[in-house]
């Protein structure tokens, strides 16, 4: 939500860093996997749909939205393998994720 009482030329007053806990928590193999998976496909999904959205307006493809959903492709299919190596469905994963947010002047 904007603030009506703040001008353009009004300085931010909020910390330029902050760091959100997305995740922490202990989870059976199938609900980790569950997590993790979704969060990494619905990643890839957003920079897909940014990628679509860019090309349909202006005609281009943007090489970094492309490289950075082939990245995260290898790496869940990459962790797919790990995930396979572990069999035993009551194995307990730890899952920590911090996103930290930095606002550049």
């Known amino acids: 939500m904007k603030n009506k009482h703040l001008t ?3 300085k931010i007053t909020f910390p330029k860093t902050r760091q959100i806990t997305l995740i922490n928590s202990d989870y059976q193999k199938p ?6 998976r979704d969060l990494i496909r619905s990643k890839i999904k ?12 202006f005609g281009v493809e943007s090489g970094h939205l492309n490289q950075r959903a ?3 492709q290898e ?24 996103i930290n947010i930095t606002f550049n002047p």
């Open 8 to 10: 353009p030329a009004a």
């Open 31 to 36: 609900e980790a996997e569950e997590v993790v």
């Open 70 to 72: 082939q990245e995260l």
């Open 75 to 98: 790496e869940l299919d990459s962790l797919e393998d790990l995930l396979q190596s572990t069999v035993n469905p009551e194995q307990v994963l730890s899952l920590h994720c911090e």
């Open 46 to 57: 957003f920079l897909k749909q940014k990628q679509f959205s860019i090309l349909e307006r």
